[in-house]
């Protein structure tokens, strides 16, 4: 509340302006006003505070009760009758005013309704062969109603490289915007031809008359009623734009950047096009343009890779993202207190210790959560830290961070990067491994679940299949859900193949994530020395955003705690940890560097940190080495039909 008086352009956010909009369905009482007011974040949620703390004891008391009738329907199903029949009394009652009660009955009804995720799995062989007989014979209506992700299995499918040739030459042929989709997809699959000549000039073809659809009248009914319908032209502008790069043509990268940018279906670009929107700018001249583009992905993203790899040098920015400031939460919204009820459920279960479910219900209600005030969203995120619920936090804090950038600081930032399993990690990575990395691989891959299951068996912390596991070490299958054994085996395997790879840490990323087979195929069809282009060039978006995932990670890892980790452990490390040059000491300087004070502005805070800002540009691109581009030096399975 004082901070609103005091910041009123800091706090008013669309999220915020939104949810101040809505008419509360109940007036905030006394004792919300007094729960809404701002509290240390330090000394009250994360010490395991919560709102019913601070309730008459009658209330907190009654609030329990409740709880705990939800949670036996929940762990024994035939319980459910009685509970059903008070949720339908409550919602045959007119005017019926918010209670716990009639919050349970609408979380479980909500749960109940909600229909059950299923992986998104391709069309049956027999129809997709039978699509994509027809796309050979120039039936390109025939996709039309199917949404990109499938087109993209369907043309799969066609491994004829003389048949995409040849239907690909016939489409880019024909007027523009005749099947963007097809084209886009049939691109897309030419791009495993790489690096042939004819294979390039027909993908890049296509690329070109698709990149223009987007907004175009569409070709038939189902097309108009996809809302993604814009996101293949967005896609072949994307990636075309990346083939010109490799091909050392900068010329219209800007502009097509610029259009993706434009395009609402393809934000999983948007970070990427503004960086190669600024890498292009600056080595056409144009530098106003590229310092706009870079101030452009400072606002808007970051904390993200590209944002890091662009704006490296801006240490003010980078300074204020880690500021030692706290930020206040509250227990109970003001703007929604028909909402403050659903936090009342989370905190009664959590206080008895149902903490799973709990997460299930924050995990399950982010809409709902993005109406509360930034202080509220934080306390709620601060409650999953507690307890150690890392994935529901993590997408609260990534809406929050977007949302209200005032909220990141570097206590909330320590949140969004926690060092869970820390001391385990540190004693199984040895001195090969910087513990900040496999910290950063394991936020990744399992989100510090232990429980964490794969839709394709990998498990545990570092994510490991059972047959990989076997070829390290005699070990059973349940035993990976074990923290200690499972990273154990999972940094000897990472050592191994970091190894295999002469220690480069992004293309081991890729291999972790993907498979070592296709990232000596990727290497092989995208032969370039810039390793930003290469990374995003790699076309399984899971794997693109994986690698670059980490290594942000792996960044904000050494900047929260790069200094206090050597500190903490300066003794035990060795000589390449703590020099950029690895020399090795003599006993004598041990048994200084034991009990001298350690010059924390001299330590170079990891061997491979480079990896974070390596991104060496061909020789025809050199002039932005000193610009824009940066200086310094699994599971083996993959959704073929995700728009990568």
């Known amino acids: 509340i004082i901070a609103f008086a005091t910041f009123p352009s800091l706090f008013v956010t669309s999220a915020t302006l939104e949810a101040s ?45 409740t709880a705990r009738q939800y949670v036996s329907i929940r762990r024994k199903p035939s319980t459910r009758a009685g509970f059903d029949k008070k949720c339908e009394t409550f919602a045959a009652t007119p005017n019926h005013i918010p209670d716990l009660n009639s919050a349970f009955c609408t979380i479980e009804n909500e749960r ?73 997809a049939i691109a897309y699959k030419l791009e495993e031809h790489f690096p042939a000549p004819d294979a390039i000039e027909i993908a890049r073809a296509l690329y070109d008359s698709a990149s223009n659809c987007a907004g175009r009248a569409p070709s038939s009914t189902a097309e108009s009623i996809d809302p993604d319908a814009d996101f293949p032209t967005a896609k072949a502008a994307y990636r075309l734009a990346l083939l010109d790069i490799w091909q050392n043509r900068c010329e219209r990268v800007p502009k097509l950047m610029t259009h993706v940018e434009s395009i609402p279906a393809a934000s999983q670009f948007r970070s990427r096009a503004k960086y190669w929107r600024a890498y292009c700018s600056e080595i056409l001249g144009k530098r106003d343009s590229s310092r706009e583009a870079r101030e452009s992905l400072l606002f808007e993203s970051p904390m993200s890779f590209h944002n890091l790899a662009a704006n490296r040098d801006q240490n003010n920015a980078i300074a204020w993202l880690t500021r030692d400031t706290q930020v206040p939460i509250a227990f109970r919204s003001l703007i929604r207190p028909d909402q403050n009820e659903f936090l009342r459920a989370i905190e009664s279960l959590v206080k008895l210790g149902a903490i799973d479910l709990a997460a299930d219900i924050v995990d399950r209600s982010t809409a709902t959560i993005q109406q509360f005030e930034p202080e509220v969203r934080l306390y709620v995120a601060a409650l999953m830290h507690k307890h150690g619920q890392a994935l529901p936090k993590f997408k609260i804090l990534s809406s929050l961070f977007n949302d209200s950038p005032r909220i990141v600081s570097g206590p909330t930032m320590k949140l969004f990067f926690p060092l869970w399993f820390f001391d385990i990690i540190q004693s199984h990575a040895g001195t090969e491994l910087d513990p900040l990395l496999v910290t950063a691989l394991i936020r990744q891959e399992s989100a510090f679940n232990v429980q964490a299951r794969s ?160 991104a060496e540009s061909g020789s025809a691109l050199s002039s932005l080495a000193t610009a824009i581009t940066p200086k310094a030096a699994s599971p083996d399975e993959e959704v073929h039909e995700e728009p990568n």
């Not at 007011?37 to 009760?65: I, S």
């Not at 299923?118 to 027809?134: D, F, G, Q, T, V």
């Not at 839709?455 to 059972?466: F, H, I, N, S, W």
Request: proline share 5%; charged share 25%.
């Open 112 to 184: 109940r309704s909600r229909p059950t995720a299923e992986a998104r799995r391709a069309l049956p062989r027999s129809e997709r062969l039978e699509i994509a007989n027809l796309l050979t014979n120039e039936q390109w209506d025939s996709v039309a109603s199917i949404p990109y992700p499938r087109v993209v299995g369907i043309v799969g499918t066609i491994q004829d490289k003389d048949t995409l040739m040849q239907i690909g030459s016939v489409l880019s042929r024909k007027r523009r915007c005749t099947s963007p989709k097809a084209a886009s």
């Open 455 to 614: 839709r394709v068996g990998a498990r545990g912390l570092m994510q490991l299949m059972p047959a990989t596991a076997r070829m390290l070490a005699p070990v059973r299958t349940n035993r990976l859900f074990d923290p200690s054994t499972n990273i154990s085996l999972g940094t000897k395997y990472l050592r191994k193949r970091l190894a295999q790879y002469n220690g480069d840490v992004e293309l081991t990323l890729a291999a972790y994530n993907a498979g070592f087979s296709r990232v000596d195929e990727w290497r092989r069809r995208y032969p370039t020395e810039n390793r930003i282009l290469f990374l995003d060039l790699i076309p399984f978006r899971e794997t693109r955003n994986y690698v670059s995932s980490i290594l942000r990670n792996y960044y904000w890892y050494t900047k929260l705690y790069g200094a206090e980790t050597l500190l903490s452990s300066h003794k035990e490390m060795q000589p390449d940890r703590t020099s950029a040059r690895g020399a090795k000491q003599t006993q004598a300087q041990k048994r200084a560097t034991a009990t001298a004070p350690v010059d924390v502005s001299s330590v170079d805070l990891s061997s491979v940190f480079q990896a974070i800002t390596r």
């Open 21 to 65: 909009r809505a008419l509360p369905r109940t007036v905030a009482t006394g004792e919300n006003v007094q729960l809404a007011m701002p509290r240390d974040l330090e000394y009250t949620a994360l010490r395991g505070a919560v709102g019913l703390d601070f309730e008459d004891a009658k209330l907190r008391n009654q609030a329990l009760a």
